[in-house]
């Protein structure tokens, strides 16, 4: 897991090649539940083979979608480009750029088959859950991130609320922030949610994490405790969902697929976001979060049946991740 880098500032990120990843095609892929029906057709076909829809005219991607020239633009503008020229550009030159990346190696199907072999499954589950850490940090918005950061640094206390696999999400990150001495709380539990949110004022960031954006449970305890005035966050894969009316959105890239391959996929791509706020908030205060994680490691050192003086006689921090999950 991550480590606290050295505070460098943004310089030595900003010398990393940015990764060949179509982010055009997950803006569309995540709004695909927020479209209209006909839009929609015109969405999956983009995403399902987007070189095709590249090299198609406005009128041959109308005809494949059944649909109007009319609706091809109107979609175009849903997704904030202003005609099909302009998309179609876009998609003509992130599939190049996907295509220099691979090497000429063809891109794996994500989706399971009846008569794939368990090697093949093996494969298959492997690169849809790279890919979703990949795609997921190429379409982080940084400057949403830095601002969660920052309102996360200066808060009071921070409470994370997700159901089902998004609870074991918030609990990691509940984890971690106490590792370093913020005081933060993560509630898997309607009722207690609500309870949580009801608690809460401009001094509290409350984090609401769902793949699908749209559980009750999750948007119904967000939405209070921005009614209370804290600073709302979402973690989701859909940002135009119910739980898109959040201060920040915070979007992951995970595909869904036949037999929820798809779930630990999106559990990683969650995670990936989670380990992204939490260094960059440990980094924000350096000192005090190496000071936090050597004490915290120091405290639990006796549980650990393998020595570790090695690392700390080469001044390695102590992992950042968790204390006793080894």
Not at 8 to 35: C, F, H, W
Not at 207 to 233: C, K, M, N, W, Y
Request: with cysteine; proline share 4%.
């Amino acid at each position: 897991m991550a480590q606290i880098p050295k505070s460098s500032g943004d310089q030595a990120a900003g010398n990393a090649p940015a990764p060949a990843v179509p982010t055009t095609v997950l803006r569309i892929r995540s709004l695909i539940p927020s479209l209209a029906p006909a839009e929609r057709r015109v969405a999956q076909r983009i995403v399902d083979d987007p070189e095709r829809a590249a090299a198609s005219s406005i009128t041959q991607l109308a005809k494949d979608c059944a649909t109007s020239e009319a609706t091809v633009i109107r979609f175009c503008r849903t997704i904030d480009f202003s005609g099909y020229r302009e998309l179609r550009l876009a998609l003509a030159t992130e599939a190049g750029q996907a295509r220099g990346a691979r090497s000429g190696a063809p891109e794996m199907a994500s989706d399971i088959d009846p008569d794939d072999t368990l090697v093949t499954v093996v494969q298959k589950i492997a690169y849809t859950d790279a890919r979703a850490v990949e795609e997921t940090g190429a379409a982080l918005d940084v400057d949403v991130l830095r601002s969660v950061i920052d309102g996360m640094a200066a808060a009071r206390r921070i409470d994370v609320y997700g159901v089902g696999a998004s609870a074991f999400v918030g609990a990691d990150l509940q984890q971690k922030l106490h590792r370093i001495g913020m005081t933060s709380f993560a509630w898997a539990d309607a009722h207690v949610m609500l309870t949580s949110a009801a608690l809460l004022d401009e001094r509290d960031v409350a984090i609401g994490i769902s793949h699908s954006g749209t559980t009750i449970d999750t948007v119904q305890a967000l939405t209070e405790a921005g009614r209370r005035g804290a600073r709302t966050v979402a973690i989701t894969n859909f940002p135009r969902s119910p739980i898109g009316f959040a201060d920040h959105v915070l979007t992951t890239a995970a595909r869904e697929t036949t037999f929820r391959s798809g779930a630990t996929a999106s559990r990683l791509a969650q995670l990936t976001v989670v380990d992204c706020l939490f260094v960059g908030l440990a980094q924000s205060r350096y000192t005090e979060s190496r000071t936090a994680l050597e004490t915290t490691y120091e405290a639990v050192r006796g549980l650990r049946i393998h020595d570790d003086r090695r690392r700390r006689r080469n001044g390695e921090v102590p992992d950042a991740a968790g204390a006793g999950d080894e």
